[in-house]
């Protein structure tokens, strides 16, 4: 595989392609293409499995595939959308096969309960699960909001999956026992075995599928988006007033407003999605971690457990990431879990990924594993409280890159100071008391 002969060459190379970028940059030109070493593409392999909905989203294929394949789009929802403005919220639940090794926060049981308080939450939603689970989905919220894609009998049969198992299974875990130089002072960036297991990577790597997939089927012809992890809600999570666990967001519902807000910067390109806290550190476009299959657990910058972008954003986001997995698939670079990836689809992309940098949340909306993005698109903390949204090329890698969209600041109780992350660290144990 290419490397660049030291960091100043990279990042020498990547700056000056990124003067000359464009709008949208096409899936086969990206800024980082490792001597353009390439495998399959998602102009191969990529085709609706219904009619789509929408003129846009089928002009959308036909450019892809460079063919005049969809010649006929629906345009009109199969299902009366719950408000005009709704957004779609999508997420996929294939159970692990290995229930009995697994701890109990990644046990079925646990995942069912997560998902009822999804269901609670009373929103659009379109989930993908395995046919054996589809009455007990169904039971939990009986309505036509609750759209339920039963089509993959397993999570080996969704599209960018079947051809993986070997990949998944053998490949991958070599790749990942061969990471080398992190210590206990990398923290949160170091590689986490447990993830390490080939259902899991199909499941992560099945998100950006199901994102074309839902967009595609579209049933309540919707144009706001947000993926979510099925398990997002976990049981620790912060109570309401009434004792009630993620009762604030439950009840208070998803802030149309604010995904547009969001949208207004990804537009019809990419998406927003939330960053870790970078509290471990965070390499630039000068590290090796880019080019050096060895080090690239430390390309760990999003979690990808919540985003939202309109449909387009979401094709174009979506069709990136397999591109990207494809292509460091063919150059053995790991891509076991999602958030290996999505660094490099920012960096290979620009305007595919926008972000949300961390910040602690007030005090009765915290706890430990809490990430904004879990929040900031619901109704909680009134219209003003609103997140952070940059442009991450420009925060996190590249020094003096001046992003052609504006950054968006905080507001109201997503303002915070210095103190604020100070006291949150304190308050879970990560620094003690000066």
């Known amino acids: 595989m290419a490397t660049y002969k030291n960091g100043s ?23 980082i293409s490792w001597d353009g070493h390439r495998a399959r593409s998602p102009r191969e392999y990529l085709k609706p ?44 639940f ?28 009373g929103e659009q939603t379109i989930l993908y699960v395995p046919p054996e689970l589809t009455e007990t989905i ?15 009998a397993t999570v080996w049969d969704i599209p960018t999956n079947d051809y993986q198992r070997d990949n998944f299974a053998n490949k991958q875990p070599r790749l990942f026992r061969e990471f080398d130089g992190y210590t206990d002072a990398d923290g949160e960036l170091r590689p986490v075995d447990r993830y390490n297991r080939a259902h899991h990577s199909a499941v992560c790597n099945a998100k950006a599928f199901i994102m074309y997939d839902a967009v595609m089927r579209n049933p309540f012809g919707s144009d706001r988006w947000m993926y979510i992890d099925a398990g997002f809600l976990f049981d620790d999570g912060p109570k309401d007033s009434d004792g009630m666990v993620w009762g604030d967001l439950i009840k208070s519902g998803l802030d149309s407003a604010k995904i547009d807000r969001a949208i207004s910067v990804s537009r019809d390109t990419g998406v927003v ?4 806290s970078q509290r471990d550190g965070c390499p630039d476009i000068n590290d090796e971690c880019w080019s ?53 689809v920012a960096l290979r992309y620009p305007n595919s990924v926008f972000s949300i940098p961390w910040f602690p949340l007030p005090h009765r909306l915290d706890y430990r594993w809490q990430f904004p993005g879990k929040l900031v698109f619901s109704r909680v903390g009134g219209p003003e409280s609103v ?33 604020d992350h100070y006291e949150w660290e304190v308050r879970h144990g990560l620094t003690t008391r000066k």
């Not at 003067?19 to 800024?31: F, R, V």
């Not at 999605?273 to 870790?276: A, L």
């Not at 060895?294 to 979401?314: D, H, T």
């Not at 952070?388 to 915070?416: E, H, N, Q």
């Open 94 to 121: 294939y159970p692990r096969p290995d229930q009995g090794d697994a701890r109990p926060i990644h046990q079925s049981a646990s995942y069912l309960k997560r998902i009822e308080r999804i269901a609670q939450m």
């Open 9 to 31: 060459d990279q990042a020498s190379s990547y700056r000056e392609k990124l003067k000359h970028i464009q709008d949208l940059t096409p899936i086969d030109e990206p800024l």
């Open 292 to 344: 050096n299959p060895r080090r690239a657990w430390r390309c760990r910058q999003f979690i990808a457990n919540v985003y939202v972008g309109n449909s387009l954003g979401m094709l174009n986001y979506s069709v990136r990431f397999m591109q990207t997995v494809d292509d460091m698939d063919a150059n053995g670079l790991y891509t076991g879990r999602e958030e290996f990836v999505v660094a490099f």
């Open 387 to 419: 997140p952070p949204i940059v442009d991450p090329i420009a925060t996190l890698y590249v020094v003096g890159y001046v992003p052609s969209r504006p950054s968006l600041p905080a507001g109201g109780i997503y303002v915070t100071s210095p103190k």
């Open 49 to 92: 499995s219904v009619t789509p909905y929408g003129q846009e989203v089928a002009e959308w294929q036909n450019a892809l595939s460079g063919k005049q394949e969809v010649s006929h789009y629906r345009a009109t929802p199969q299902v009366t959308p719950i408000r005009p403005d709704a957004p779609t919220m999508v997420l996929i």
């Open 138 to 152: 169904r039971d939990m919220r009986p309505d036509p909001h609750w759209w339920i894609v039963d089509s993959y």
């Open 273 to 276: 999605m939330g960053e870790y």
